[in-house]
């Protein structure tokens, strides 16, 4: 079995371990992957975007199955190029991705259905972006930029005035570029959020265990924004009732709402909600398995990875059992210094060779030279554990994490700490 995997971030490299875990015969090649992927296979200095590139080796090669990791080639439609060239590939097509790649597409799409959401509304000038703001004087407001911002495209303003110059900036000053060639401004919602994993095949789906993601650089969620700076699951505020509650107001209604609209949707959709006094909102759509949600959802399941995505790629996920395991897993991101802006690279990590029973070290941001790993990225490494219970989790990645050193690391000591839904 040969895998062509797309990607390099900590979720590549999870995703290439289960892989290789189950069949360990398998022949893995990652673009363009990282020190971690490169252990268990081989890299090709092929860009994860670079659809001409990875169309040329793939059409050699004939891989017998592509995974896609990241939302970018989703977008960009790499999964409609390999489809067209005969070459099975795991994603959502480019019309499917739309939900991840433009926000404008996707508060349209919850609107007309009548789904769970923040009133608000999308804009194509900067002119009536600025009416609705103005005539909405309830604040924060939140503001996103339509397009794919590396999870920077979203302000939440306090005041006026921020709001004003946030509308400026996005759409005149462009500060992200064609991704603010529209925007959508909607109401703030106070609550929790939480990530729901689905994987479908526009027949039927299996939901995964809840998962809770960190996004803030700092402990007692402080600091700015990040890609996610650890993860939990399954949550143990997602009792029966909740996760019930989740799939009946939000999981069927937008897979049904995907269905009416004819979007062929095979893939992993992650919905990221926010749990409010009156329910769960939607908040966003990612077309991909959340990074580092991907590193704790593996250790979770127990049916082959392969199995399952080769059957959501074939529309026959219905005939297949999903199992999830009684586990709990915790992930603790290790942040190179400088991250969320531009991270400081070089450093050597030390200590990843200090193993533990039921963990595992995911690599995002390295790269190999020589007999010596280096960072190489923002998010250097997910330190992942797994146990019977979540606390027992929580120790022995800590545990692991205190093995590991490299100049400037940054990490919370607080992943997996509180633990209830207030
Ligand atoms: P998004 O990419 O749309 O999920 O937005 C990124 C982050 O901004 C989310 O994970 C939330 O923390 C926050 N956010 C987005 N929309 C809202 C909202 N309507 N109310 C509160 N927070 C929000
Ligand atoms: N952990 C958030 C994301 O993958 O988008």
Redesign the pocket.
């Known amino acids: 079995m040969k895998i062509l995997l797309l990607g390099s971030g900590g979720r590549e490299h999870a995703l290439a371990w289960r892989l290789r875990q189950d069949d360990p015969a398998l022949a893995l090649f990652t673009a363009p992957g990282n020190a971690g992927t490169g252990q268990l296979g081989t890299n090709l200095p092929i860009a994860a975007t670079d659809l001409a590139g990875l169309l040329a080796w793939a059409e050699k090669e004939r891989p017998d199955f592509t995974i896609v990791g990241p939302e970018a080639p989703l977008c960009a439609g790499v999964v409609d190029r390999f489809e067209q060239a005969g070459i099975p590939i795991f994603g959502p097509n480019a019309a499917a991705a739309r939900l991840e790649g433009s926000?404008v597409f996707t508060k349209n799409f919850l609107l007309k259905h009548g789904l769970p959401t923040?009133p608000g509304a999308g804009f194509v000038d900067s002119a009536s972006a600025l009416a609705y703001s103005q005539a909405h004087p309830l604040f924060p407001q939140?503001l996103?930029a339509d397009g794919l911002a590396a999870?920077k495209g979203?302000i939440?303003a306090q005041t006026p005035e921020e709001a004003t110059g946030t509308i400026a900036q996005i759409m005149d000053q462009r500060a992200f570029g064609d991704a603010g060639n529209a925007m959508v401004i909607?109401?703030?919602?106070?609550g929790r959020?939480m990530s729901i994993h689905v994987l479908t095949d526009g027949l039927s789906h299996v939901i995964l265990p809840i998962a809770q993601d960190h996004?803030r650089l700092g402990e007692g969620d402080s600091g700015p924004?990040t890609g996610g700076m650890g993860a939990y699951a399954p949550a143990p505020f997602a009792t029966a009732e909740l996760q019930a509650q989740i799939s009946r107001e939000v999981v069927v209604p937008v897979l049904a709402a995907l269905r009416e609209e004819g979007i062929d949707f095979r893939g992993i959709l992650y919905i990221?909600i926010?749990w409010t006094g009156d329910g769960p909102r939607i908040?966003?759509f990612n077309v991909r398995g959340g990074d580092p949600e991907t590193q704790i959802l593996l250790p979770l399941l127990d049916t082959p990875l392969l199995e399952i995505l080769q059957a959501v790629r074939d529309r026959r996920l219905g005939a297949i059992d999903v199992r999830s395991n009684a586990r709990h897993a915790v992930t603790v991101v290790m942040a190179a210094a400088g991250y969320p802006g531009t991270p400081e690279t070089g450093a050597s990590i030390e200590g990843l060779e200090f193993d533990l029973p039921d963990t595992a070290v995911f690599h995002g941001g390295t790269k190999q030279d020589g007999s010596q790993v280096l960072v190489n990225g923002g998010r250097v490494l997910s330190v992942t554990a797994w146990a019977s219970d979540l606390a027992s989790a929580r120790d022995l990645a800590y545990r692991r994490v205190a093995k590991i050193h490299f100049a400037g690391s940054q990490f919370r000591r607080d992943i997996a700490a509180r633990l209830t839904l207030e």
């Open positions: 926000k923040a939140v996103k999870g979203v939440i909607e109401e703030f919602l106070p959020e996004k924004n990221g926010i908040l966003e």
